[in-house]
T-cell receptor, first 116, second 114 residues
Framework: GDSVTQMEGPVTLSEEACLTI???????????LFWYVQYPGEGLQLLLK?????DKGSNKGFEATYRKETTSFHLEKGSVQVSDSAVYFC???????????????FGAGTRLAVHP | DAGITQSPRYKITETGRQVTLMCHQT?????MFWYRQDLGHGLRLIYY???????DKGEVPDGYVVSRSKTENFPLTLESATRSQTSVYFC?????????????FGQGTRLTVV
């Protein structure tokens, strides 16, 4: 079935370090890919998305590129801040036109802790 | 207030009791979802709804019931709560049936079944 696999956390970094959180997916159709972020005590909010192969999503210094050949959507940031500490979720959504349903499938989440 | 709101934020209930978690959105989004969040599992879909009076099961529907008589409300009922249903529950909505649209999440309800 359709699924998302993320690297396990927690990831602990010093401020200004580089971040990569790996995400790979399995899907029968042509999914859109997302990264959601959950700050402590809050719900999830969209961080970035990409809807087709080779698209790059970016927001708040974070980037991820939709790689169809490796079925990956790794999240990267060149210099993390303490305020980036949160749980990050990779997700996919299959469009109705590719035989899917409008419902997000999430990975297990990766907790990031950034220290000063 | 505009947005998607869940109530209560925290709930403690006893095994075997019925409990209802409320979700209300002010955007008139057609799609609404219920997820549960458990350590090591991420978010798993319980039920979803494409429109008023249209609901369908997700990945983990057993023990839950939903209804959607109005577009803006999507309550989730645990008919007879069990300890395994202790979790954080998130409601979400999205504007239409395209897979590339953003889902908006409520702040969650932390449910403890004792």
């Amino acid at each position: 079935g359709d699924s998302v696999t993320q690297m396990e956390g927690p990831v602990t970094l010093s401020e200004e370090a580089c971040l990569t959180i790996n995400c790979t997916y399995t899907a029968t159709g042509y999914p859109s890919l997302f990264w959601y972020v959950q700050y402590p005590g809050e719900g999830l909010q969209l961080l970035l998305k990409a809807t087709k192969a080779d698209d790059k999503g970016s927001n708040k210094g974070f980037e991820a590129t939709y790689r169809k050949e490796t079925t990956s959507f790794h999240l990267e940031k060149g210099s993390v801040q303490v305020s980036d500490s949160a749980v990050y979720f990779c997700a996919l959504n299959l469009t109705p036109f590719s035989g899917g349903y409008n419902k997000l499938i999430f990975g297990a989440g990766t907790r990031l802790a950034v220290h000063p | 207030d505009a947005g998607i709101t869940q109530s209560p934020r925290y709930k403690i209930t006893e095994t075997g009791r019925q409990v209802t978690l409320m979700c209300h959105q002010t955007w008139s989004h057609s799609y609404m979802f219920w997820y549960r969040q458990d350590l090591g599992h991420g978010l798993r879909l319980i039920y979803y709804s494409a429109a008023a009076d249209i609901t369908d099961k997700g990945e983990v529907p057993d023990g839950y019931v939903v209804s959607r008589s109005k577009t803006e409300n999507f309550p989730l009922t645990l008919e007879s709560a069990t300890r395994s249903q202790t979790s954080v529950y998130f409601c979400a909505s999205s504007v239409r049936d395209r897979g590339d649209t953003e889902a908006f999440f409520g702040q969650g309800t932390r449910l403890t079944v004792v």
